[in-house]
Each structure stands twice: as structure tokens, then as C-alpha cells.
């Protein structure tokens, strides 16, 4: 039992009972994806739980969690990979038209759903379209390609990845930046706790990653951390991340916190 609890924790939302962002990593993949994948981003729910209760952002996130899943076609899979976010991923071939008929009626049945207190809830829903050369990974990263540019410009609705708008220029700029942003502390790191299940001791802290551009607003690392890769830029982003760490863990010693 303990066994399946831990399983059931570490790969599946305790408030939506959907597989969550583990799971999902589990099958990005550099095989060729079957069908398309499209990311729900709500941004407005930091607000909404400033206004009135983190109680009310929660139930709203069960609401729209409830509706995806109702009016989720059986060939794709639905996940929760963020506090914002949903995700479906097609896995059967052929299925394009069919899956945008579907994210239409649910763009429909999201907006009756999200009216709060005389206050809309935007979102964006972002979809890649899989092709004979995709891999689950690279329509995962365009998607949220479209995530972040449709926030910065303030785009909701159904938007679809166009090369020519969220391609190899938003790349060059992501990338052109990146020294800019380990020097001026754009590029920051954030400290999640580490407990064990079982008896909820604290063991540790995992170092997280973020990116505030100024001008594109909050990047995904799982956007920005793959340009590094590929352009080779990875390793002295490494070395600042090192060097953050470290000087954290010297300045905990010294005010008497061990982790």
C-alpha cells in the first residue's frame, strides 16, 4: 500500500486525480509524435487567489479539471503539468481535425465555466500540430512557445504554433539574452522542499531554475533550457547555477540554517 501511495503521489494531482507533469516527462521522447499536443495556461489564478482565497482558485481548478476531462477524446491523454496548466496529448495518427473540433467545443464550454464574480478568468490554449518529423518533446516545446508570447501580448483563446511568428526568432532571442540575464538577475533560483512521505521529514531543498525576461515576461525552463542545449550554451549557465547554489548554502551556514 505504501508502495502505491508513493507511486500515486509522485506521478498523479492530488486536487484533479489527473496524471501530472512527472508522468508527462515520462514520455517526452525522440520518437516521432502520433497526433498533436495543445497546453491550457489560466495566468490569471495568482489573482484570483489574491481576490478571494486560495479555497476558490482550487475549486475553480477542480471545475475546469472535471470539464476537460468530460470532453476529453479517448485518443489523447490529459494531464495537469503545472498549477495553471493542462495538457493534452494525442496519441493516434490522423486525428488533427478531430482534436481542433474538440478544443473548439471546449473553448466554448471554458468560457461559460470561467466567469467569477464579474471577473473573467483568461486563458490560452496552444496547440502544436504533430507532423512525420515532430517528437513529443519538440511539439511540447512549441506549445509553450505560444504560451509565453500569447501572455506577453495578451492573446486568449485557441492560438496555434506558427514557425514564422514563434520559431527560430524567438530563439535567437531567447538565446542573445541569456548572458544579460545571469548578469542582471533576470535568471534567478528558487528553493522547493524536500520531505519524505512518510513521516513529512525535511531532507533538503531541490534548486529550480526561473527565467523574468523583462521584455517576453516569464520563460519556461522548458523552453529556454533546450535552445541552451542546442546552441551549446547549457554549460556556463551550469556553472552559474553552481555558483548561486553554493554562495546560498554559505550565506544558510552563516545565519545557522542547515539543509
Request: net charge negative; hydrophobic share 40%; with cysteine.
Amino acid at each position: 500500500i505504501d508502495g502505491y501511495l508513493d507511486y500515486w503521489l509522485k506521478y498523479f494531482d492530488v486536487l484533479t486525480k489527473l496524471p501530472n507533469r512527472r508522468n508527462w516527462e515520462r514520455e517526452l521522447t525522440d520518437d516521432v509524435a502520433a497526433g498533436d499536443v495543445a497546453v491550457w495556461n489560466f495566468p490569471d489564478l495568482q489573482r484570483v487567489n489574491q481576490l478571494y482565497s486560495y479555497e476558490a482558485g482550487d475549486k475553480i481548478l477542480q471545475q475546469i479539471g472535471e470539464l476537460l476531462s468530460k470532453w476529453k477524446p479517448k485518443f489523447a491523454q490529459l494531464y495537469r503539468v503545472s498549477g495553471n496548466r493542462y495538457l493534452f496529448c494525442v496519441n493516434q495518427s490522423g486525428r488533427s481535425a478531430d482534436f481542433y473540433k474538440n478544443l473548439v467545443i471546449l473553448q466554448r464550454e471554458i468560457d461559460q465555466l470561467l466567469p467569477i464574480k464579474r471577473q473573467e478568468m483568461r486563458y490560452t490554449c496552444a496547440l502544436a500540430k504533430a507532423d512525420q518529423r515532430k517528437t513529443k518533446k519538440q511539439l511540447y516545446q512549441e506549445a509553450l512557445m505560444v504560451v509565453d508570447q500569447a501572455t506577453l501580448s495578451r492573446e486568449w483563446g485557441l492560438v496555434t504554433f506558427d514557425p514564422a511568428i514563434y520559431g527560430t526568432s524567438y530563439e535567437q532571442e531567447v538565446l542573445r539574452d541569456i548572458s544579460k540575464a545571469m548578469e542582471e538577475e533576470h535568471l534567478h533560483l528558487v528553493y522547493q522542499p524536500k520531505v519524505k512521505g512518510a513521516t513529512t521529514e525535511f531532507v533538503g531543498v531541490e534548486a529550480l531554475l526561473r527565467w523574468d525576461h523583462p521584455e517576453l515576461g516569464p520563460i519556461s525552463p522548458a523552453v529556454f533550457v533546450p535552445f541552451l542545449e542546442s546552441d551549446g550554451r547549457m554549460g556556463e549557465v551550469t556553472d552559474w547555477i553552481i555558483h548561486k547554489v553554493c554562495r546560498q548554502i554559505h550565506d544558510w551556514d552563516a545565519q545557522g540554517v542547515h539543509i
